[in-house]
C-alpha cells in the first residue's frame, strides 16, 4: 500500500486543477473559440456575446450537469475567482495587441502542454461528476454514467445548442448522431468510474484517475502530433455492434435492403430526399416479404 | 358503496401499470419511432442516439413536468428497471433478426391490444401528475391542469424538440399550433381530474378513472378500427369558440378591418404568405357563415 | 433624513404594483403581440397557443429567471389573480368586437401613459431579481446582474425562443448579437442596483428606485413621442470599448492579418459571407481612423 507507485498516484489524485489546469483549459477553449470563422470581428461588434459564448465555452460541460440535475444553471456564476480567471483569459486572447497570444498558442509544444493539461482536468470532471451523481441517487448508475458524461464532454452539446439558437449552425441529423472521439472516450470513462463507485472495479480510485490521465493524455498527444484521427475503439465498436446488432448470419439473409437503405441515406443529408428513398425501400421491402 | 361497481372500478383503479401496461406504451412508442422514415438506418448507424430518442419516446411525457416544476429531468433514468424493459423493447424491436417483433405488430388485433393499454396508462399519468403538481401548489389549480397535461401528452412535445435539434424537423407555425387528438382529450382529462382533486367534481376518483379510461379506450380503437380521424369534440369546441370568441354578428361586420389590417402587417415579413392564406380562410368563413 | 423628497422617494418605493402597474405591463405586452403579423388571425384560429404567447410575453421575464436559477418556471401560473389579470386583458384585446382596445390604445396619450407605467414595472423587476438573487448567493455579484438583468429584460429571449421552436423566426447571428435598447438599460439598472445591494454605492435604495424610474420613464417617452431610437450610451458605449478593446495604435497597425485570416476562414463555412462583409466594414472603420 506505501508502495512509491500509490504515493505517487496519490499524489497525483490529490493535485488541485485550480490555478494552472483551469487556466490551460480556459486557453484551450477560447482558442477553440477563437478559430470559429468571424469569431475575432463578432468580438469586436459585441464584446459581450462574445464573452457570454466563452464562458458556455468555457463552463459548458458543468452547465450542462446543472440542467440535467436540476441545479441552477446560473451557479458557475457564483464562482467568481474561476469567472474572473477565464474572462481575463478571454480578454487577453482576443484583445491583446498584435495578438501576441494566438502567435504564442501557435507553437506546437504550447498546444502540447495545453492540451495536455486540458485532458487532465476532464478526468477530475468526470470524477466529480459521477460523485456527485452519486450523492443524487444512491444506485442510479445511469445516472452517474450521464452526469459524467455531461460534465466531461458536455460543452460541445451546450455550445451546438447556442450556435442553434443563434442560428449560425444548420443542424443535420447525421451531425448530431454521430459522436466525436472525446465525447467516446468520456464514455468509457465515465462508465468506468461509475463501476468504480459501485464497487465493481477491483481498482482504488487514485491508480484508476492516473491509468485513465495517462491514456487520455497519451491519445490526444498522438492525434496532434500525427495530425490523424486515430480511432483506437474502432475495432473494439466494430465487435461490440457486431455482437449487439449483427448477427450477421441471420442478419444478412434478411436485412441487406436495410444496409443499402442506410449507405442510401448517407448520400444525401438534406433528409427530404433520403426520407423518400427510405419509404420506398420500406415499401418494397415488405412487397417482397408478402411475395 | 360496496356496491359491485364500486368494487370493480376500485379495483380497477389499484391496477399497477408496472409491468405489462408499461410493456405496451413502450411498444406502441418504439414503434412509432421506428416507423418514421430512416429512423431503423439510423438506428444501425448510431444505436445510442437511437436508443437516446426511444427513450424520449417513453418517458418524454415525465421529463417534461420534470422540466416544468425543476426538478432533474433525469430522474426518470434512475428508474433502472423501467430503464431496462424500455431499453430491451428497443433492442428486439429494432434489431430482432427479420424483425420478426414489427410483423407481429403489423396484425390489427395486437395493435388494438397494445394501443388499449396504452391508452390506459395515459389516466394514470394524468391523475399521478395532478397529485403530484397538488403536492406542490395546494390550491395552483392552473399548475395541476399544466402538469397533468404534460404528463399525459408531453412526450410529443419533447420529441418534436428533439427533431428541431436534430434538424430533421423543419417547425411551420401551423403545426406547432393545431393541437393533436391526444393533446386535447388529455388537456380534457386533466381538467377533469383537477376538477375532482379540488372537489369541484361530486364523483369518487376511481369511478372518474374508469369512465375516463374506457371513453379513451373506446374512441382510440374506434379511430384504429374506421382508421378515421374521428373529432368527438367537434361540436363542442365550435360551440365553445363561438361563445367565447364568436360574437359573428358584431364581429363579421368590423372585423374584415382587422383582417386587412393583418394581412398588411404581414407583407412585410417572411411569414406573410401563410397568413394571408390563413386570414382569407377566415374570411370565407364568415361570409358564409353571414349568407 | 425626514425631508420632503426623501417622504416622495420612501413612498415611491413602496407602492404596489398590483392592480394598476402590472394592468398596464400586459397591455402594453399583449398590445405588442397583437401587433405581430399574423397575430390576430392565429388567436382566431387556435386561442390556446395565443394564450400561451401571450403568457410568455408578460411573465417572459420571471420564467427566464426562474430557469436561471432551476425553480419551477411553471410558477407564474400558480399566481392565479395576475394569470386571470393577464387573460382578461388578453381576452379583451383580441376579440372585445370591433377591436375597441385596439382602438383606444391607438391614441398616443394612452400609450405614453400606458409605456410609462411598463417602464415603472421594469424597476421593480430589477430590484426583486437583484434581491432574490442576494438571498440564494450571497456575494455572487455577478449572479445578482444576471437575475436582475433576466426579469427586467428577459422577455424578449424567451419570446425569440418561442419564435425560433415556432419556427416563425429565422434566426441570425447579427439579430442575436446586437443589444437592443431596453436591454442595455435594464443591463446598467441591473449593474447599478447590485452594487447598491453590495454595499459599493452610498445611496439609499428608495431614492435610486426613484432616480432610475424617472430615467426609464423620460428615455422612453422620449423615444416614443421624437419616434427616434435615441441611445444616450451611444458615446459611453464608444469611450468604454475603446478604452478596453480598442489600442487602436497597435491594433490597426498588425489587425489586418487576423482579419484577413478570420475572412480566409470563413470561406469554409456556411456563415462565410456575412462575417467577410463584416471584416470589411471593420477593415474600413479601421484604415479611415489611421486616416
Chains 1, 2, 3 share one sequence.
Not at 120 to 145: D, E, L
Not at 167 to 182: I, Q
Not at 237 to 256: H, I, N, P, V, Y
Request: positive net charge.
Amino acid at each position: 500500500m506505501d508502495s512509491p507507485w500509490n504515493e505517487l498516484t496519490l499524489a497525483f489524485s490529490r493535485t488541485s486543477m485550480f490555478p494552472f489546469f483551469d487556466i490551460a483549459h480556459y486557453l484551450v477553449s477560447v482558442m477553440a473559440l477563437k478559430r470559429q470563422p468571424g469569431a475575432a470581428a463578432m468580438a469586436w461588434k459585441n464584446p459581450l456575446s462574445s464573452w457570454f459564448t466563452a464562458m458556455l465555452h468555457c463552463f459548458g460541460g458543468g452547465i450542462l450537469s446543472c440542467i440535467l440535475l436540476a441545479e441552477p444553471p446560473l451557479r458557475f456564476l457564483a464562482n467568481n475567482t474561476n469567472i474572473l480567471l477565464a474572462s481575463s483569459i478571454w480578454y487577453i486572447t482576443f484583445f491583446c495587441p498584435c495578438d501576441l497570444v494566438s502567435q504564442g498558442y501557435s507553437f506546437l509544444p504550447v498546444q502540447l502542454l495545453a492540451a495536455g493539461m486540458k485532458e487532465v482536468t476532464r478526468t477530475w470532471k468526470i470524477v466529480g461528476g459521477v460523485t456527485h451523481a452519486n450523492s443524487y441517487y444512491k444506485n442510479g448508475w445511469i445516472v452517474m454514467i450521464a452526469i459524467g458524461w455531461a460534465r466531461g464532454a458536455g460543452g460541445s452539446i451546450i455550445t451546438n445548442f447556442e450556435q442553434l439558437v443563434k442560428g449560425g449552425w444548420k443542424p443535420e441529423a447525421d451531425e448530431w448522431l454521430k459522436m466525436s472521439y472525446p465525447a467516446k472516450v468520456t464514455l468509457l470513462g465515465s462508465v468506468i468510474f461509475t463501476f468504480q463507485q459501485t464497487k465493481h472495479l477491483a481498482i482504488s480510485r487514485h491508480n484508476l484517475m492516473f491509468l485513465y490521465t495517462m491514456f487520455l493524455v497519451a491519445t490526444k498527444i498522438t492525434m496532434m502530433i500525427t495530425e490523424t484521427a486515430i480511432m483506437p475503439f474502432a475495432p473494439f465498436e466494430d465487435t461490440l455492434s457486431r455482437m449487439l446488432f449483427g448477427w450477421q448470419q441471420q442478419f444478412s439473409s434478411c436485412e441487406k435492403k436495410t444496409e443499402t437503405k442506410s449507405s442510401f441515406n448517407g448520400t444525401g443529408s438534406s433528409t427530404s430526399k433520403p426520407i423518400a428513398v427510405a419509404s420506398d425501400k420500406v415499401k418494397k421491402k415488405h412487397t417482397k416479404k408478402t411475395e
